[in-house]
């Protein structure tokens, strides 16, 4: 199949960029670890449970259930500090989704103005060098301080490098980035390391270090995008009548995705079974769904952009309906598990589409800045996310009746606005908007590795 792609060696320079950056992004989710918080009880003859009535009836005379992971909440013994569950694991969560809701606006701002390779740089050395100060400092409330910085240059990783790797590649080649190099191989990486070292901050420290050779590759192979050095200095096109009304429907999606996706993630470590067998599985089944996206994509023409959301996000809905009841009807266990599964991938499957569709729908000179505003869109479902989860520890169907309401509304949406995209030339939007083509140096510049 990866043939049909004719992939050199440059270009797989540019997928390992993107496979490191999602790698990174998948820290978004690192509170599934590091705000695990095992279940307690008072007396030998209880059930152990995480409720903070109990919790603070035992006096300090507690004892937990054995642990899969050395998480932040354990060290800092911070169970309870609110008064029905931990709110310092909602902060924790909340930090990195502030930080990244600022950043991607800013790095995607910058991208446009300096290019796209000095910001990956940037954004590259500050997400390792933050992340491994913050595997280093003794007080709690300092590392929600770091993390919440570690979230600002971590939203140019998820905006300005998304749009370098796309630019760096042919228009057929770019389904590769989300189909091969994903969310589900970097969640996949992301688990292997805490089960290695169960610990949070040995596992901060070699996802930074994991990381380093992503950064050298930008540094010493890639070079800047030729598409910007062709388009640089013009005025952004984003206040024109067509562009908003591609914004206005782009945002509203990312918005929908974000609050889905990580209020489902983030309440994914509640679910029966093993932590590190579960979040394996959940990454395994992405990344082997996305070849079969691929697949689909390359074997049928009429597999649009469209045709990817509208049919996953109606799936997702019936999905997610499903959930509901069976939580409401106290069924819960492996059938629930294997629900959440499939619902995670759906609604990848729509942030598959999100993403090629707001790369390819924007010319160079505001390509980034474009990409920017959707994910600042998207942080802003993402810090609603942690609160999402929070409900579900009170009402458990909140967080699945919340993306059956929001995932039928936003399919009506995406119906009746989203723009079809697939296959699109990005020199041809360039060239709409008045710029020379740069298709021939693109190529050269892939041929000279």
């Known amino acids: 199949m990866l043939s049909y792609y004719n992939a050199n060696r440059f270009h797989y320079f540019v997928f390992i960029t993107w496979q490191t950056s999602i790698f990174l992004g998948t820290q978004m989710l690192?509170?599934?670890?590091?705000?695990?918080?095992?279940?307690?009880?008072?007396?030998?003859?209880?059930?152990?449970?995480?409720?903070?009535?109990?919790?603070?009836?035992?006096?300090?005379?507690?004892?937990?259930?054995?642990?899969?992971?050395?998480?932040?909440?354990?060290?800092?013994e911070k169970y309870c500090d609110g008064e029905e569950v931990s709110t310092y694991k909602r902060y924790y969560s909340q930090a990195i989704f502030f930080g990244v809701f600022f950043g991607t606006i800013a790095w995607g701002w910058l991208a446009d103005i300096f290019g796209r390779k000095p910001i990956a740089i940037t954004v590259f050395t500050g997400i390792i060098v933050l992340n491994i100060c913050t595997a280093y400092l003794q007080s709690a409330h300092s590392i929600l301080g770091v993390r919440a910085i570690f979230g600002f240059t971590l939203g140019g990783s998820l905006t300005a490098v998304w749009s370098y790797c796309n630019?760096?590649?042919?228009?057929?080649q770019r389904i590769m980035l989300r189909a091969f190099f994903n969310w589900g191989s970097g969640r996949?990486?992301?688990?292997?390391?805490?089960f290695l070292l169960p610990t949070w901050r040995a596992a901060s420290i070699a996802v930074s270090l994991a990381a380093i050779p992503g950064l050298l590759v930008i540094i010493f192979v890639l070079p800047e995008s030729p598409i910007w050095l062709h388009n640089k200095g013009m005025l952004s096109l984003l206040a024109s009548k067509d562009m908003l009304q591609k914004l206005?429907?782009?945002?509203?999606?990312?918005?929908?995705?974000?609050?889905c996706a990580y209020a489902n993630d983030l309440q994914s470590n509640s679910l029966s079974g093993n932590l590190y067998l579960n979040q394996m599985v959940f990454g395994f089944i992405i990344y082997i769904s996305k070849w079969v996206m691929a697949w689909?994509?390359?074997?049928?023409?009429?597999f649009s952009r469209r045709l990817l959301h509208q049919s996953s996000q109606m799936s997702t809905c019936i999905v997610f309906l499903a959930m509901s009841i069976c939580v409401l009807t106290e069924n819960k266990g492996l059938f629930l598990t294997a629900l959440n599964i499939i619902g995670c991938v759906l609604i990848e499957f729509t942030w598959d589409a999100n993403q090629m569709c707001a790369v390819e729908s924007f010319p160079t000179v505001c390509r980034a800045s474009a990409v920017g505003s959707c994910s600042l869109v998207a942080r802003i479902g993402a810090l609603m996310a942690p609160q999402l989860a929070f409900y579900g520890s009170i009402w458990p169907p909140a967080v699945?009746?919340?993306?059956?309401?929001?995932?039928?509304?936003?399919?009506f949406v995406a119906y009746f606005g989203m723009a079809e995209t697939k296959n699109i030339n990005l020199e041809a939007l360039d060239q709409a908007a008045g710029n020379r083509p740069v298709d021939d140096l693109l190529r050269r510049e892939s041929s000279d590795l």
């Open 296 to 302: 689909a994509d390359r074997t049928y023409p009429l």
């Open 400 to 411: 699945y009746v919340t993306v059956f309401v929001l995932g039928l509304i936003n399919f």
């Open 188 to 194: 996949m990486i992301l688990t292997l390391i805490c």
């Open 248 to 259: 206005l429907v782009l945002w509203f999606v990312w918005w929908v995705s974000a609050t």
């Open 30 to 76: 690192f509170t599934i670890f590091a705000g695990y918080t095992p279940k307690w009880r008072c007396n030998d003859n209880e059930e152990f449970t995480t409720n903070c009535v109990s919790y603070a009836k035992c006096g300090g005379n507690v004892t937990f259930e054995p642990a899969p992971f050395g998480s932040i909440v354990m060290e800092f």
């Open 167 to 172: 630019e760096l590649l042919l228009p057929h």
